[in-house]
T-cell receptor, first 111, second 112 residues
Framework: KAGVTQTPRYLIKTRGQQVTLSCSPISGHRSVSWYQQTPGQGLQFLFE???????NKGNFPGRFSGRQFSNSRSEMNVSTLELGDSALYLC??????????FGPGTRLTVL | QKEVEQNSGPLSVPEGAIASLNCTYSDRGSQSFFWYRQYSGKSPELIMF????GDKEDGRFTAQLNKASQYVSLLIRDSQPSDSATYLC????????????FGKGTKLSVKP
């Protein structure tokens, strides 16, 4: 079974721009979660989608948004990028309410 | 503020020894606990999860949970150099509270 895929793997943007990241979960998984990982803050939860509905949301500003499509694929968008948004963005899919499986991540650099 | 605390390490053990990784959590409502391994430059990989008090064994790995003490641990027996990585502990609320709350990880180094 194919794992979680994320595109693109690397992105370089400048401050003020916006970016859209994509995640395809493992086949059959309906829950998709997004996390931000930085050296200082570690892994922090952004939001979770289940059956196209946002089920949980972390403590991030409204510049961070997401959505899930009927095929469970998910996208997250960050508008008005700031230098502090430079991070590894990880998507995880889950078949249940328990274990989550991570994709390879998208490395975003904001200049 | 729900928190998961881990000793950042580095924890250094000789090859063949037992590595003991520890984690405490603040939210008594947490139901399930996970251990992930993350190699440098890679994404976290699930090792095992536990939701009942006591021990759970999977090969060389044993997870231990004590809900009264809000304490989770991971033992790695017969440690190998390939076990050298950062180990992340995570807690999860019950039911639809699917988000994981991660500790900042403990870096383990297994010396040949």
């Amino acid at each position: 079974k194919a794992g979680v895929t994320q595109t693109p793997r690397y992105l370089i943007k400048t401050r003020g721009q916006q970016v859209t990241l994509s995640c395809s979960p493992i086949s059959g998984h309906r829950s998709v979660s997004w996390y931000q990982q930085t050296p200082g803050q570690g892994l922090q939860f952004l939001f979770e989608y289940f059956s196209e509905t946002q089920r949980n949301k972390g403590n991030f500003p409204g510049r961070f948004s997401g959505r899930q499509f009927s095929n469970s694929r998910s996208e997250m968008n960050v508008s008005t990028l700031e230098l502090g948004d430079s991070a590894l963005y990880l998507c995880a899919s889950s078949p249940t309410d328990y274990e989550q499986f991570f994709g390879p991540g998208t490395r975003l650099t904001v200049l | 503020q729900k928190e998961v605390e881990q000793n950042s390490g580095p924890l250094s053990v000789p090859e063949g020894a037992i590595a003991s990784l520890n984690c405490t959590y603040s939210d008594r409502g947490s139901q399930s606990f996970f251990w992930y391994r993350q190699y440098s430059g890679k994404s976290p990989e699930l090792i095992m999860f536990i939701y009942s008090n006591g021990d759970k064994e999977d090969g060389r790995f044993t997870a231990q949970l004590n809900k009264a003490s809000q304490y989770v641990s991971l033992l790695i027996r017969d440690s190998q150099p390939s076990d050298s990585a950062t180990y992340l502990c995570a807690s999860q609320g019950g039911g639809s509270q699917g988000n994981l709350i991660f500790g900042k990880g403990t870096k383990l180094s297994v010396k040949p």
